[in-house]
T-cell receptor
Framework: QKEVEQNSGPLSVPEGAIASLNCTYSDRGSQSFFWYRQYSGKSPELIMFIYSNGDKEDGRFTAQLNKASQYVSLLIRDSQPSDSATYLCAAGDPGRRALTFGSGTRLQVQP | DAGVIQSPRHEVTEMGQEVTLRCKPISGHDYLFWYRQTMMRGLELLIYFNNNVPIDDSGMPEDRFSAKMPNASFSTLKIQPSEPRDSAVYFC????????????FGPGTRLTVT
């Protein structure tokens, strides 16, 4: 069974700090990885995707991928209270054109 | 673009009734996905279509659930008869196809079966 694992949290960080969210995946064949943000009562919103080993930066967000360790992370710099949400990690299923989602990590940014 | 559109946004029905959820994907997207989200089970893929053809329905929980995509701009998910355990938020998502896997979600339908 293909799995994506995340710590459910909550992860609490002070405003202005770096939030680090982590995810591991079981399928070595996965080639694409995604981070979604989901506010309470809303739908998942795509914030980053990464296909290659290393770092990918977009504004305050940096996605990191290590395929050898089957590990994906999301760093949020200068965290704001508006970043408080659940962050879902997803891995692409190469055989099915589908995504396998983790259960999400709840982030709380304290003002 | 308007994004993925779903209707209704909220649905409350009694056990045994038929429920139909609707989705309009982003124009030009080749893939459409139906998900269900609950606190206990998280986000579960139910079924997905490519160019209006169902590709994988292995996530459909049982025969009470059915999905159709009669054209590129419309899909339905039907539950008949509905049961209280079907209460969840149902999301539709679409993907442009090609090499990209990124999915864009609609606002969801919150279903409550009493």
């Amino acid at each position: 069974q293909k799995e994506v694992e995340q710590n459910s949290g909550p992860l609490s960080v002070p405003e202005g700090a770096i939030a680090s969210l982590n995810c591991t995946y079981s399928d070595r064949g996965s080639q694409s990885f995604f981070w979604y943000r989901q506010y309470s009562g809303k739908s998942p919103e795509l914030i980053m995707f990464i296909y290659s080993n290393g770092d990918k930066e977009d504004g305050r967000f940096t996605a990191q991928l290590n395929k050898a360790s089957q590990y994906v992370s999301l760093l949020i710099r200068d965290s704001q209270p508006s970043d408080s949400a659940t962050y879902l990690c997803a891995a692409g299923d190469p055989g099915r054109r589908a995504l396998t989602f983790g259960s999400g990590t709840r982030l709380q940014v304290q003002p | 673009d308007a994004g993925v559109i779903q209707s209704p946004r909220h649905e409350v029905t009694e056990m045994g009734q038929e429920v139909t959820l609707r989705c309009k994907p982003i124009s030009g997207h080749d893939y459409l996905f139906w998900y269900r989200q609950t606190m206990m089970r998280g986000l579960e893929l139910l079924i997905y279509f490519n160019n209006n053809v169902p590709i994988d329905d292995s996530g459909m929980p049982e025969d009470r659930f059915s999905a159709k995509m009669p054209n590129a701009s419309f899909s339905t998910l039907k539950i008949q008869p509905s049961e209280p355990r079907d209460s969840a938020v149902y999301f539709c998502a679409s993907t442009p196809g090609g090499r990209g896997y990124e999915q864009y979600f609609g606002p969801g339908t919150r279903l409550t079966v009493t």
